[in-house]
């Protein structure tokens, strides 16, 4: 019988070949431990970090957060750090928002990564039903917190400034109170009497006079002189002064 030797042609090929094999798949493990892309929580992290940034306030408590993004998403490993920007003409941020995410080397790639806004502040809310005109003060309101992220008008945070303040409509328990909700309190009635306040050169003279129109604090009106029956016009500057201004 006749052998075969191990130095063989045959013999050397099949060890060929098997090196060949165990060495690309040894350099495909390798690979695989240094894939070229750049990680998506590296990304949305680096848009939770921005909008935390833009969006910090002293009293405020932010929250964000970033669905999850697209895993077929694939963008080059970014060799630098991570750009973050607002895209054009957006100034800030609401519930709903977009942070831009880019990288510039070594192959440059741009992401826009939606991100959901939560920030919660102490506000003014209505301790109780209020109806519309009411005068409000400090026992109409309590401070809780709120979520104020879609709140688009000036919402209140201090009693202050609830001062001369009356509400254009009614309110249930718990409404966040905003200027929207709110009138400057007409401190003059129409019809009634008023003192007239003229300076000139340094003297003060008063006359008495019938208001011919409500007014709230520094607004004008007009105002009937009581003694000429002249009608002039002024600023109001309390309950029962109203001021004309030369």
């Known amino acids: 019988m006749r052998r075969t030797s191990s130095n063989s042609p045959r013999s050397h090929g099949f060890l060929t070949a098997f090196a ?12 695989a431990h240094a894939e070229p892309w750049h990680s998506l929580d590296d990304i949305a992290a680096a848009a939770v970090k921005h909008a935390q940034t833009k969006l910090a306030m002293p009293g405020a408590r932010v929250k964000t957060s970033v669905k999850s993004l697209d895993t077929r998403l694939k963008l080059r490993r970014c060799q630098h750090a991570l ?6 003409h957006v100034t800030e941020l609401r519930r709903n928002a977009t942070v831009g995410v880019r990288c510039t080397a070594p192959k440059p790639w741009k992401l826009y990564v939606p991100v959901q806004v939560a920030i919660y502040r102490p506000v003014l809310v209505a301790n109780r039903p209020l109806g519309r005109g009411a005068v409000l003060s400090a026992a109409d309101v309590r401070t809780d917190e709120r979520d104020v992220a879609t709140v688009r008008s000036a919402y209140l945070t201090d009693v202050l400034q609830l001062d001369g303040k009356v509400l254009r409509r009614s309110l249930a328990e718990g409404t966040l109170i905003t200027i929207d909700h709110l009138n400057e309190e007409r401190i003059v009635k129409r019809g009634q009497s008023v003192t007239l306040l003229v300076n000139r050169g340094g003297l003060q003279v008063r006359m008495a006079g019938t208001a011919l129109s409500d007014g709230t604090i520094n607004q004008r009106i007009q105002v009937e002189n009581h003694s000429s029956k002249r009608v002039v016009e002024g600023v109001v500057r309390s309950q029962q002064l109203v001021e004309v201004v030369m």
């Open 20 to 31: 060949v094999v165990f060495a690309f798949g040894w350099l495909n493990i390798g690979t």
């Open 83 to 88: 750009q973050t920007f607002l895209p054009d």
